[in-house]
């Protein structure tokens, strides 16, 4: 698939929650990362087939192209724990949580399963 023809979709980062999967059940497509070293998003994207949702794998090294040329609508960022108003992630979370920041994608659509308050608003 070319990147010019593919419409802008949500990025998947990390492991769905029961909550998160109902909401990534509404979408057609959405983009997973590899989610290194572990190569998580093999595992997801599997998951995510058998319950009718169309995964679109990428590299990680792909992430900041597809933020670049506005290809990611929403991040669906999902994180270990919580302690002292910090979350924990997988790697490459921080990765993710910069070319948020950096690019201009709406800070109403980083869903961060309600620890949006966390993190600094996107000015861009």
């Not at 497509?29 to 093999?42: A, H, Q």
């Not at 998951?47 to 949702?53: Q, R, T």
């Not at 961060?112 to 608003?121: E, G, I, R, V």
Request: charged share 25%; glycine share 8%; proline share 5%.
């Amino acid at each position: 698939m070319r990147l010019e023809k593919l419409n802008s979709l949500p990025l998947l980062w990390g492991i769905p929650s029961k909550e998160g999967l109902k909401k990534i059940k509404k979408t057609n497509s959405v983009f997973i990362p590899e989610m290194r070293p572990y190569i998580l998003g093999l595992k997801v994207a599997a998951g995510l087939n058998k319950e009718g949702v169309k995964p679109i794998y990428v590299t990680d090294n792909m992430l900041g192209l597809l933020f670049y040329k506005q290809k990611i609508k929403e991040v669906l960022f999902f994180y270990k724990q919580r302690e002292n108003g910090h979350f924990l992630g997988i790697c490459g979370s921080l990765y993710v949580c910069l070319l948020f920041l950096g690019r201009a994608v709406a800070s109403e659509r980083f869903t961060l399963w309600d620890l949006w308050k966390y993190l600094p608003k996107n000015k861009g």
